[in-house]
């Protein structure tokens, strides 16, 4: 009887220790894993998977580059996106206008234009800086190559300022004077021959020439007139050349009588108005 007892004393004792080390073992476990119910650090983790997604992604990504440059990696531990093009944009703008007109300006004058306008952008404007240079030249500025305006001016009294602006691509040159009309006139109103430069006055395009005119005042055959033409000279001044601007007369209408006269061109508005 009491080798009975002994026996389930020590079964007991066995059970025990059995249940003990089964406790030990469970708490070692919870501290390792940092307890019960944490959540794991997700920062070695996902270096591991950064580093093993970088070497898998490897062909991914240079063959993404042929189409588009981006390849991403699972579940967003990791992403490697590139782009890589060419983009380029070259060509020349070039704007024309061709044909004649006239209108009216704000001073009270009018204006015809004719010939073609050029205006041209792109590499740092070089058709623009090639058009301004000046070189030798034969061809005369006219009312088809040319825009020519008509103003009156406060001062000298009973002047009109005749403007001439090169609105092609070349340069021309504004010979002598140009040929001056009025309504009914029979001939070309008289040259100031004391206004003469001492040379050509040659237009670069979008430069201008001055000339003017002076009405007159206490000479025979006063007369209103509601139109002004304007037509140039060609070098060997034998007639007028390239067609003939009609114009309104600044306000509607000029006086004038037959002291009427016109000076050569100048290279100065200044110059102009002086005669």
């Given at each position: ?126 058709q623009a800086g090639r058009g301004s240079e000046k070189g030798p030249t034969d061809t005369p500025c006219t009312a088809s ?63 201008h020439a001055y000339a003017s005119v002076a009405l007159g005042g206490d000479g025979d055959h006063a007369r209103t007139s ?15 050349v390239g067609g003939t601007a009609t114009l309104n007369a600044p306000g509607g209408k000029v006086y004038l009588d037959d ?17």
């Amino acid at each position: 009887m009491r080798a009975y007892s002994r026996t389930r004393s020590l079964r007991t004792l066995a059970a025990a220790l059995v249940a003990a080390g089964a406790l030990s073992l469970t708490a070692c476990s919870g501290e390792g894993s940092g307890g019960v119910g944490e959540a794991k650090d997700a920062g070695p983790a996902t270096t591991v998977s950064q580093a093993s997604q970088k070497e898998k992604g490897q062909p991914a990504e240079e063959s993404g580059k042929g189409d588009g440059g981006n390849t991403a990696g699972t579940s967003g531990s990791s992403a490697t996106s590139g782009s890589s093009g060419t983009s380029g944009s070259s060509g020349t703008s070039a704007q024309g206008s061709s044909g004649s007109g006239s209108g009216t300006d704000s001073a009270g004058g009018t204006t015809s234009g004719g010939g073609t306008a050029k205006n041209s952008a792109g590499a740092g404007g070089a058709q623009a800086g090639r058009g301004s240079e000046k070189g030798p030249t034969d061809t005369p500025c006219t009312a088809s190559n040319s825009k020519v305006q008509v103003s009156s001016v406060s001062r000298p009294l009973n002047h009109l300022l005749i403007t001439l602006t090169n609105t092609s691509g070349a340069t021309c040159n504004a010979y002598y004077a140009p040929y001056v009309g009025f309504d009914g006139d029979q001939a070309a109103t008289q040259r100031i021959e004391d206004s003469k430069p001492q040379a050509v006055v040659t237009l670069a395009p979008g430069e201008h020439a001055y000339a003017s005119v002076a009405l007159g005042g206490d000479g025979d055959h006063a007369r209103t007139s509601r139109k002004v033409t304007v037509s140039m000279t060609g070098r060997n001044d034998a007639g007028s050349v390239g067609g003939t601007a009609t114009l309104n007369a600044p306000g509607g209408k000029v006086y004038l009588d037959d002291n009427a006269s016109v000076s050569y061109w100048q290279r100065e508005m200044s110059d102009a108005l002086t005669w």
